[in-house]
């Protein structure tokens, strides 16, 4: 059977299977460690200044569920749809042994095996008494114990080995212990991985005509099954390109647009770099090489990176210069003098006071408290703070700028703003700037492959080659402007932008690289540009410029010693010491070469276009998006650093975009103006979609409001959303300590029905609590049969608290009216602050409606009814963490969906990926007070009572006390009980479990007293 046998459009209309089941749990972690690999990630090679993108692994799984279509047996369809994305025991078992993840004896150590002697090897001799004994042992074996060596026998087959993992990994009890022992799907080889799943597959849709033995085959009849040819994917806010990258790998046709030109140069790079074919790849790495040896051919010839020993320097590191006006002084300014840690190198300032200013001398080897010492720079909050003559002197650096407040409120200083063909400060100048220390690689291990490198003091010769460097960009600078091969484009205050102005008095976008960089990029450019005019080496220009700039930091920290990126963070941070690479250290950024992608090159067809979501004029099937909601990255701002580079005479295709961030016409992140372009855009995409695509959509949750602005974006642009499902999507870091949320809601939606549909809150209430119940009784009734054959649930509470806001948003977004008012205008009002208008209500009714369904395993559902937010939060959240869940958007989310005021009262961390509630023994009096929110509750009371029994306070004191205190005692007495029974079972510590059992002990006497 081939698929010439296959009907078009047999499956139109056919709902798809993420409407109804998607492995969110499993996706989430698959996500997390995505992320977690950091460079590794497929698509930040093109650049990992764009932090924005969503995880390959995700967008798979959405292309894919909404492709293959519901049969009637959902355990069935999940299954398959598992294999599919190697979520299978098998392609766990698979990916693992790819990894080499386990040794043999930690196999071992695991499973019973009768014959292990066929599977591996000893190091016991025949000779030796042992070896009969160890002829016959049996498995489980703690081989380290018994001393005994064991690996893999030289004649065992990859199926043997395959036989043995999958008995291992079916000894760990979760799916993410046995994913984490694997690599990611995309990092095997994927004939490989899948070469057992494509008869079920095709046995699953045997009755549809599929025959499919990859992927692309696969993708491909589908699309055929439900639109009569090969499924387009579009993407309209297509940012880094990892929705349109996906779908092509996964051989969809793709349209991706952006209003940015830097986010289609990106995509488009995704497309044709990572997606080229071997071929096309090499002849790329053929054009990077040659432009890059061109360059580095002048810089050598210029002598303005070697030494007169032969050596050539690697970084150059430099800082800001000030006069002190209390002393006269000129005084380099630096957080730190520390400039390795690894190798115990150390900048000291020795007072020059025939000149007053300080030499700067580089010190290697030096001892600890010499490193210490270096630790505190010249620059400490805020202030400029140095040594002189036994005398210390500090001065604010706001004094040294300036800083006075205007007539309007807004923060000036004295600064001087630099003119266009300024790429220096110049003699009166504030702020100076000062070499201070090169990093040498040496003569005899500049050709070797790994590089034998120093530190050293700035001398006469060094500063000789740096003016010769400035005069050269003085002589050229102009003319470079003209050519567009340097920025002559000045930067637009904003947000992001005004800190280069303010804090430097930098105007112009070239302001913010020093005489060597400009050189160096400037012969780059003209390179690419004349004599390569290839795109895809432009965007490896791109990368380039955010390797080395005015604001990249030199890292000294333990075995680093390296240059960080501009965009570390994702602002225009200035910086008083910063560091340069030279062009040695700058060409291999030029000549970087991602990994080859299997199934590349793409099958399908792809365009990229740079122009507003609104203006789409193209039609796909699919429309996956990620909108710009809620989105902290100003990237309409930022990417300005890298547009000037490139606006002039780029090569095609990207001479058919606009160079431009174009600020004005950029969709941003809350507000009247926000909900109108989301409308306009999600309105053209339904425009130009068929009646039976549909629409995905990718936000991270807030609080219902965020929901209500959705219900209203998705209403006017004629859409109704179908499913949702939650996916925890990012990890921690330092710069994301705190309240950040680590998860991202998927949306599904197709067109709203035809004709008018009208109703009333009244009517609409009872139908979103029906709908609610319905869908998440669906998904606990899924849970319970996949739990019982695989031992884990399919979803967790908060898919099916997502499913509550979907199963409410699917039945608001039916209605054209609702209380008479037509949606599309009750959507595009402005709000007015405080207001709560009636889909506000409704979300919050449906909220309620999924959490009085998620009664914790162990407690009654009578008195999960009758409790209050807080207590609800605290079982819920106690219940939880018995399964291991630690992450803090769960706690984030469920605080809002059960409206806790301050649910950090009750928090004993708040740490992203390890956070907990307080145990009972953790609260203080202060917290269970009747001002707090927990403490004004009877489970504060029970909290208290349990402390209590702890202390040794008799426990007839206890009740007592709870007696005087509660009025309606007699009447909540079985729910305390019933509380009292669940913290027995679920609080982790010992003592207060049996306290609980103790209190609760007493209470039920009590009542079989009568009294």
């Known amino acids: ?203 699953q849709y045997a009755h549809l005509g599929i025959e499919a033995w990859s992927h692309e ?27 349109p990258f996906e779908a092509a790998r996964l051989g969809c046709d793709v349209y991706a647009s952006d209003l940015n030109p830097v986010a289609c140069m990106l995509t488009w790079g995704a497309l044709n770099i990572i997606g080229a074919s071997p071929e096309r790849r090499a002849e790329i790495e053929q054009a990077q090489r040659e432009v890059a040896e061109v360059v580095d051919k002048e810089i050598t010839e210029l002598g303005i990176e070697h030494d007169e020993h032969g050596n050539r320097a690697k970084a150059y590191l430099y800082c800001l210069e000030t006069r002190c006006p209390e002393t006269g002084w000129m005084v380099p300014m630096s957080p730190s003098w520390v400039i390795s840690k ?48 036994g ?10 700028r300036g800083d006075y407040r205007d007539a309007d409120g807004s923060t000036k200083n004295r600064l001087r703003r630099w003119e266009k063909l300024d790429f220096k400060p110049r003699p009166d100048d504030i702020f100076q700037e000062r070499l201070y220390a090169i990093q040498w690689i040496t003569k005899e291990s500049l050709d070797k492959p790994r590089q034998e490198t120093f530190f050293a003091s700035v001398t006469e010769a060094d500063l000789k080659r740096e003016h010769e460097v ?24 904003g947000e992001k932008t005004d800190e280069p102005i303010r804090t430097r008095g930098w105007t112009y976008w070239h302001h913010l690289f020093n005489a060597r960089q400009l050189l160096y990029f400037a012969r780059l450019s003209e390179q690419i540009r004349t004599q390569c005019s290839m795109a895809e080496v432009l965007i490896y220009f791109g990368r380039s410029l955010d390797t080395s700039s005015r604001l990249t930091r030199w890292d000294s920290a333990p075995g680093q010693d390296r240059v960080a990126n501009t965009f570390s963070n994702q602002a225009l941070n200035t910086l008083m010491n910063w560091v340069a690479r030279s062009y040695w250290h700058l060409a291999p950024q030029v000549t970087y070469q991602p990994s080859l992608v299997q199934g590349a090159p ?201 499913a509550g806001y979907a199963a409410a948003l699917k039945v608001l977004t039916a209605y054209t009216h609702i209380g008479g008012e037509d949606v599309t205008n009750f959507a595009l009002r402005p709000r007015t602050r405080g207001e709560v208008t009636v889909v506000d209500e409704i979300v919050q009714q449906a909220a309620e409606a999924a959490n009085s369904l998620l009664v914790p395993e162990g407690l009654s559902a009578e008195t999960w009814a009758k409790l209050s937010g807080i207590q609800r939060f605290y079982l819920r959240m106690m219940d939880m963490e018995t399964t291991g869940a630690s992450k803090l958007d769960n706690y984030q989310n469920f605080a809002k969906a059960f409206r806790v005021q301050d649910y950090a009262r009750v ?55 709870l007696q005087a205190e509660m009025p309606d005692f007699l009447d909540i007495r079985p729910l305390l009980i019933d509380v009292l029974a669940f913290i027995e079972r679920k609080a982790p510590e010992m003592q207060v479990r049996e306290a609980a059992e103790i209190l609760g002990a007493r209470l039920r006497n009590l009542r079989a007293l009568g009294q």
């Open 602 to 802: 793409f099958i399908g067809k792809f365009s990229v276009a740079s122009r507003e979501a609104s203006t789409v004029n193209e039609s796909c099937e699919f429309w996956v998006t990620d909108p710009p909601y809620a989105d902290a990255v100003n990237y309409h701002e930022i990417t300005e650093y890298f547009i000037p580079w490139l606006r002039k005479n780029p090569p095609a295709p990207f001479d058919q975009w606009t160079w431009d961030s174009r600020r004005a016409l950029a969709i941003k992140g809350s507000g009247d103006e926000f909900r109108r372009g989301m409308v306009n855009a999600y309105r053209a995409m339904a425009e130009h979609m068929p009646d039976d695509g549909l629409q995905c959509v990718m936000f991270t949750h807030q609080d219902t409001e965020v929901w209500s602005d959705m219900v209203g974006i998705f209403w006017a642009a004629g859409l109704q959303v179908v499913a949702a499902w939650y996916v925890a999507t990012e990890t921690t870091s330092e710069l994301k300590k705190g309240g950040y949320v680590q998860g991202t809601v998927i949306l599904i939606l197709r067109k709203r029905p035809p004709g008018e549909h009208s109703g009333f809150k009244q009517r609409i209430l009872p139908a979103v609590r029906a709908e609610v119940q319905s869908q998440i009784e669906t998904m606990m009734h899924l849970n319970k049969e996949v739990k019982g054959k695989h031992g884990e649930p399919v979803f967790n509470d908060s898919d099916l608290q997502m």
């Open 217 to 243: 085959e696969l993708v491909e009849q589908l699309g055929i099954l439900r639109y009569g040819h090969r499924p387009r994917v579009g993407d309209t806010f297509c940012g880094g390109g990892s929705i």
């Open 907 to 961: 928090m004993a961390s708040l740490t992203a990926n390890k956070a907990r509630l307080k145990r009972v023994t953790e609260f203080t009096s202060r917290d269970l007070t009747d001002s707090t929110e927990i403490g004004a509750t009877w489970l504060g009371r029970l909290i208290i009572g349990i402390q209590q029994l702890l202390n040794e306070i008799e426990a007839q004191t206890v009740i007592s006390q």
């Open 1 to 203: 059977m081939t698929k010439t046998t296959l009907k078009p459009f047999a499956l139109k209309d056919a709902p798809a299977l993420i409407e109804a089941v998607f492995p969110a749990q499993k996706v989430s972690f698959e996500a997390q460690k995505e992320r977690k690999a950091n460079l590794g990630q497929t698509l930040t090679g093109l650049g990992s200044y764009w932090k924005g993108r969503k995880p390959l692994i995700l967008v798979r799984a959405i292309v894919l569920g909404c492709l293959l279509p519901q049969t009637g047996d959902a355990k069935k369809d999940l299954e398959i749809f598992e294999k599919l994305m190697a979520f299978d025991d098998e392609g766990l078992a698979r990916r693992a042994l790819s990894q080499n993840a386990l040794r043999p004896a930690d196999i071992a150590a695991r499973i019973e095996l009768n014959n292990p002697w066929s599977y591996f090897s000893h190091n016991v001799k025949r000779d030796d008494p042992m070896a009969e004994d160890v002829a016959s042992w049996t498995f489980p074996l703690d081989c380290d114990e018994e001393g005994i060596a064991i690996r893999w026998r030289r004649d065992v087959s990859e199926d043997d080995k395959l036989f043995l993992y999958r008995k291992a990994l079916s000894t760990f009890k979760t799916y993410e212990e046995k994913a984490a022992l694997c690599k990611r799907p995309e990092e095997v080889d994927q004939n490989w991985l899948y070469a057992p799943i494509w008869p079920a597959v095709n046995r």
């Open 470 to 493: 400035e005069s050269i960009v003085a002589n050229n600078l102009a003319q470079w402007q003209a050519e567009g091969l340097v920025p002559d484009m000045e930067i637009e205050p």
């Open 342 to 389: 690894t190798r115990n190198v150390i900048a000291k300032l020795i007072p020059d006071h025939a000149n007053k200013r300080f030499k700067i001398d580089v010190m290697s080897g030096v001892s600890a408290a010499e490193m210490k010492a270096a630790e505190k720079g010249t620059v400490q909050d805020g202030m400029l703070v140095y040594d002189l003559d």
């Open 391 to 400: 005398k210390t002197y500090r001065m604010p650096i706001k004094t040294l």
